[in-house]
């Protein structure tokens, strides 16, 4: 467990078309954009204000990530303006990983060399399939050749840093289907993966599908089977599972999404964001058109965390990362023996083997992952 490390996130909420199972909050009405950089540019340089007197403006920053929204289909110039604040706000001596979501169907050459020459020097691609049959289902704007042009295009511009992102367990989806994208997915010399199981969420056009009776899922055990593949898959060709849904070559974990699974700090610039810094947790006003029109940056939800919060959040977090949890980083960082205090939670999931106990570490079995969402809420009080 890494402590004490700091990231940045900047939101990108716009988006060309709306995915049919997207339930982010985004936007494709471009003529907001040069309002919502100009509001997102502010709000950087007035949060960066805030930090120096807080906290002696010394907040080393260790990651940044441009998330989306798909921050490739904005204006160069809008993403390099923010890079700059955040160069100027921000002690970035120590930057070690800094990323941009870019989406197939709205990259070239141009957006992704400059993104290289602008200091990004990890990419992370939404692919989701490979099956042209199956992007079109979900809603996806982009084709096979896309994909391909795009991880070219970035590998060529010297990107050495690349995640994709995979989907399964998606209308009519099928173990050859998977099969079939983990393949063409190993055959391009990426470093990470992150998978995603389809949830319909409210709001979509999958929800009203559903509804409707259109909208036809794997049941549970192929889900099981899916994920089976992937992590066979995967780990025969060197990726290494780190977290419930994500894999890594060696050394290309995520260094941002680790700093939110180690419960570290984070900034959230940009709409709907949440920041947490200092024991203190926020979010951004959600609304796009408020949040251009607003001259203040209203703290919604602020919330002080407790010392109950931090402990429970931690082993939430934690136990999502294939190590677990260290139990002397633990006990140094939070004052808690896991082991005398959850005593009887831990018996209890080592008894149904979701669970395993070291010397120093405490972590889930596979069979847990399978049920984490069971296990975990046993940590809470
Ligand atoms: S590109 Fe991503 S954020 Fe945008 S609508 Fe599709 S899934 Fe949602």
Same mark, same amino acid.
């Given at each position: ?31 907001? *954009? ?11 340089? +007035? ?17 940044? &990530?441009?998330?989306?929204?798909? $921050? ?13 604040? #955040? ?7 120590? #930057? *070690? ?27 992370? /691609? ?26 070219? /295009? ?16 998606? $209308? ?23 998978? &995603? ?20 899922? $794997? ?24 977290? /419930? ?6 050394? &290309? ?12 700090? &984070? ?18 006003? $959600? ?10 940056? *209203? ?27 260290? #139990?002397?980083? +633990?006990?140094?960082? +939070? ?12 018996? *209890? ?33």
């Amino acid at each position: 467990m890494m402590n004490n490390r700091t990231g940045i996130y900047v939101h990108i909420p716009f988006c060309i078309k709306k995915c049919d199972y997207c339930d982010f909050i985004s936007a494709s009405n471009y003529e907001l *954009e040069d309002q919502y950089f100009e509001k997102l540019i502010t709000e950087i340089q +007035y949060r960066g204000n805030e930090e120096r007197e807080t906290d002696d403006g010394n907040k080393v920053i260790n990651t940044i &990530y441009f998330g989306g929204g798909t $921050p490739s289909s904005v204006r160069l110039d809008n993403i390099r303006k923010v890079v700059t604040a #955040l160069k100027e706000k921000f002690n970035l001596a120590k #930057l *070690e990983e800094m990323t941009i979501e870019v989406n197939p169907g709205t990259c070239n050459n141009d957006n992704i060399q400059n993104y290289y020459e602008m200091g990004f020097n990890r990419l992370s /691609i939404g692919v989701q399939s490979f099956d042209e049959e199956m992007l079109k289902r979900i809603g996806r704007i982009h084709n096979r050749a896309d994909i391909y042009k795009t991880v070219d /295009i970035a590998q060529k511009a010297g990107f050495k840093n690349i995640s994709i992102d995979l989907m399964y367990g998606l $209308p009519n989806d099928s173990l050859e289907r998977l099969e079939k994208d983990l393949k063409l997915a190993m055959e391009m010399n990426l470093q990470h993966i992150s998978t &995603y199981g389809l949830i319909v969420e409210e709001g979509t056009k999958f929800y009203d599908e559903l509804n409707e009776g259109r909208l036809l899922l $794997p049941e549970e055990d192929e889900l099981l089977q899916m994920r089976d593949l992937i992590n066979r898959k995967l780990f025969d060709q060197g990726f290494k599972r780190y977290e /419930i849904a994500n894999y890594a070559k060696a050394g &290309y974990e995520s260094k941002h999404n680790l700093i939110y699974w180690n419960n570290d700090d &984070y900034y959230g610039f940009g709409l709907n964001s949440t920041t947490k810094v200092d024991d203190r947790r926020y979010m951004n006003e $959600p609304d796009i058109l408020k949040y251009i029109g607003s001259n203040e940056f *209203e703290k919604y939800n602020l919330e002080e965390i407790t010392e109950v919060m931090k402990i429970e959040e931690a082993i939430f977090l934690g136990l999502r990362l294939i190590e677990g949890i260290d #139990l002397v980083d +633990y006990f140094n960082r +939070y004052n808690i023996d896991i082991k005398e205090k959850y005593k009887k939670v831990i018996d *209890e999931l080592i008894d149904i083997k979701a669970m395993w106990l070291g010397d120093r570490t405490l972590r889930l079995t596979d069979y847990g992952f399978e049920i984490s969402n069971y296990c975990l809420a046993k940590f809470l009080s």
